[in-house]
């Protein structure tokens, strides 16, 4: 019996032997039972809820493995069911595609096989448990946080202007033999709340947020350490349009105004508005960075603001219009890595024009260039109809996959026994069975003889399975299919670039990574160097990359020369 092992462990706080002991229970379980654990697929997640299978890649690839036409394995071993998925839905849609496939799913904890009888029921109780600990962990989490908000302690991490100091209890041991920590208090950090005060002050003066941010930017003052997201630390209006709201600068402890929310399709983690009441409010003026006056000062002009309505700009997928900007979300200044943004637009014609936010609103970048979305999608979409989908494109595409096959071969031959070796193991076997089939004719039946041939037979069928998964492969056949196959992919898109900005928006974000824009100049102006390419056949495989490189002109594709990397498209910039 050929086995994987799937492990996985919840978040950073958990050990990463936990890891190491998962599998090694499962292999004690296979070496109890003679099953073979195959090395290649024994895969796991690290820090990675249960709540969701989304973006659990290990779990995913062995389900895809399961799916092949020579399935590679027969068994998925796991320590228990939690390892698997905390969510019954999850977890029996899991086993049904594996059981499907002809994989059973085996926990070895709880000695639950899906192939058994009664392991349907078993497994459902068990999930709904595992489900359960999920509900009841968040509600002792979220209770206990609530009771350091309303001892006046702080329940979240790092605030600008404010240091994390931990209260220990001696009495206590926490973790690495220190004393636990019994919550966190806050202690003013006195350079930092100066810049608060001054950010408050310059805004009560009629300065706006991008204007501080620039001011603050250009005058070296340390930012807020930045989101994972963004590459750069720097101040910005939406930092500073959230510290202008934070009532903890004026003495006042707010929690729970949020609350985040699993979102069933992507498995991510969104933040979701609580309603006022469920607020929970505690004076600290201990906390107190901004007089009063100031404040109101500050509160007084934003509901001013609000009053007149100013001009509220729709990100990506923020409005209807907004979401048929095809290429939001795909773009990355050259010059400093921020993801190009809608940076201006609805004017008196309506142009909407891409830049870079790092330049538009902190004022740290020097890429001043702006393009107007129309002229930006129109050549983008003609350079990927002209250049990547073409014979010519294909045939490279081709190529590269025949090489990656061949290396695979390469490696599986390397793998354990060559076919050599196998088919001998085979003849020998096949002899042995001979002549215990012999030795039965003359003897009559006997237990003994009837016992080591059915060993023997199940050897041989393993071994034949063994040289099943080796055969060689017929090159020149797969290339032929491969080729119907990206020929058929290239037509579909081909026909997407054509299509409604609905659907062609979801093909971009399927088939182009990234677009790079850098700005260039030329006799005739500046542009916009594009580099980037196409996954014709979808994310994750070959790159094609746009060819040729041509300013004003119009595109002439030129072939010759092609590299793995991704060579360099131009487009005229029109401010």
């Known amino acids: 019996?050929?086995?994987?092992?799937?492990?996985?462990?919840?978040?950073?706080?958990?050990?990463?032997?936990?890891?190491?002991?998962?599998?090694?229970?499962?292999?004690?379980?296979?070496?109890?039972?003679?099953?073979?654990?195959?090395?290649?697929?024994v895969r796991y997640d690290r820090a990675i809820s249960g709540a969701s299978v989304a973006g659990r890649y290990a779990l995913e690839w062995l389900v895809s493995e399961a799916k092949k036409k020579l399935r590679p394995f027969d068994r998925l071993l796991v320590d228990d069911t939690s390892r698997l998925a905390r969510s019954v839905?999850?977890?029996?849609?899991?086993?049904?595609?594996?059981?499907?496939?002809?994989?059973?799913?085996?926990?070895?904890?709880?000695?639950?096989?899906?192939?058994?009888?009664?392991?349907?029921t078993l497994l459902t109780v068990h999930s709904m448990m595992d489900e359960q600990y999920l509900i009841d962990l968040a509600h002792k989490v979220h209770r206990g946080q609530e009771g350091r908000a309303r001892l006046g302690l702080n329940p979240g991490g790092r605030c600008y202007g404010y240091i994390n100091v931990p209260i220990e209890d001696p009495s206590r041991k926490g973790k690495y033999g220190r004393p636990a920590v019994?919550?966190?208090?806050?202690?003013?950090?006195?350079?930092?709340?100066?810049?608060?005060?001054?950010?408050?002050?310059?805004?009560?003066?009629?300065?706006?947020?991008?204007?501080?941010?620039?001011?603050?930017?250009q005058e070296g003052v340390p930012a807020p350490q930045p989101p994972r997201t963004r590459p750069l630390r720097a101040w910005c209006p939406s930092s500073i349009h959230e510290m202008l709201r934070n009532e903890r600068y004026r003495g006042v402890q707010v929690w729970g105004r949020t609350k985040k929310e699993r979102n069933p399709d992507t498995g991510k983690k969104v933040s979701r508005q609580r309603p006022p009441s469920d607020w929970v409010r505690v004076e600290a003026p201990k906390w107190r960075v901004v007089s009063q006056e100031l404040w109101n000062a500050v509160h007084h002009r934003i509901a001013q603001k609000n009053r007149i309505g100013a001009a509220r700009c729709g990100g990506m997928s923020r409005t209807e219009?907004?979401?048929?900007?095809?290429?939001?979300?795909?773009?990355?200044?050259?010059?400093?890595?921020?993801?190009?943004?809608?940076?201006?637009?609805?004017?008196?014609?309506?142009?909407?024009k891409y830049g870079c936010p790092s330049h538009r609103y902190r004022g740290i970048c020097s890429n001043k260039l702006t393009i107007r979305r129309d002229r930006l999608e129109g050549q983008l979409l003609a350079a990927i109809e002209t250049r990547a989908l073409t014979p010519e494109m294909m045939d490279y595409t081709l190529s590269r996959f025949q090489q990656e096959l061949q290396k695979r071969l390469a490696n599986i031959q390397k793998q354990g026994k060559g076919l050599s070796a196998l088919h001998k193991e085979r003849s020998e076997l096949q002899a042995k069975a001979?002549?215990?089939?012999?030795?039965?004719?003359?003897?009559?039946?006997?237990?003994?003889?009837?016992?080591?041939?059915s060993s023997i037979e199940s050897e041989l069928a393993h071994v034949e399975r063994r040289i099943d998964a080796r055969k060689p492969v017929d090159l020149n056949v797969t290339v032929a299919e491969m080729r119907d196959f990206v020929s058929q992919k290239m037509s579909q898109l081909r026909d997407l670039l054509r299509n409604?900005?609905?659907?062609?928006k979801g093909a971009l974000m399927?088939?182009?990574?990234?677009?790079?824009?850098?700005?260039?100049?030329?006799?005739?102006?500046?542009?916009?160097?594009?580099?980037?390419?196409?996954?014709?056949?979808?994310?994750?495989?070959?790159?094609?990359?746009?060819?040729?490189?041509?300013?004003?002109?119009?595109?002439?594709?030129?072939?010759s020369g092609l590299r793995d990397q991704s060579l360099t498209d131009t487009f005229l910039v029109v401010s």
């Not at 919840?10 to 599998?23: A, G, P, Y």
Request: proline share 5%; glycine share 10%; with cysteine.
């Open 434 to 453: 001979k002549r215990v089939t012999e030795a039965i004719a003359e003897a009559g039946h006997s237990p003994a003889l009837l016992a080591q041939l």
């Open 89 to 120: 839905p999850d977890a029996l849609n899991l086993i049904d595609r594996l059981q499907f496939q002809g994989v059973s799913v085996v926990a070895v904890s709880q000695g639950i096989d899906s192939q058994q009888k009664s392991a349907r």
């Open 182 to 217: 019994m919550g966190v208090d806050l202690e003013i950090h006195q350079e930092e709340a100066a810049v608060v005060r001054r950010i408050f002050k310059m805004y009560a003066d009629g300065l706006g947020l991008g204007a501080i941010a620039k001011r603050l930017n």
């Open 500 to 504: 409604d900005p609905g659907t062609l």
């Open 1 to 41: 019996m050929r086995c994987a092992i799937y492990a996985r462990y919840s978040s950073d706080l958990q050990r990463e032997s936990s890891i190491e002991d998962q599998i090694r229970k499962c292999r004690e379980h296979a070496e109890r039972l003679n099953w073979t654990v195959l090395e290649d697929y």
């Open 321 to 352: 219009k907004s979401r048929t900007y095809l290429f939001s979300g795909l773009l990355r200044c050259g010059v400093c890595g921020s993801n190009m943004v809608i940076v201006s637009g609805q004017g008196r014609r309506g142009y909407v």
């Open 510 to 559: 399927k088939h182009v990574p990234q677009l790079v824009l850098t700005p260039v100049e030329t006799p005739t102006g500046p542009v916009f160097d594009v580099t980037g390419g196409v996954e014709l056949v979808g994310r994750g495989d070959d790159v094609m990359p746009l060819v040729a490189r041509d300013g004003i002109e119009p595109p002439t594709p030129a072939f």
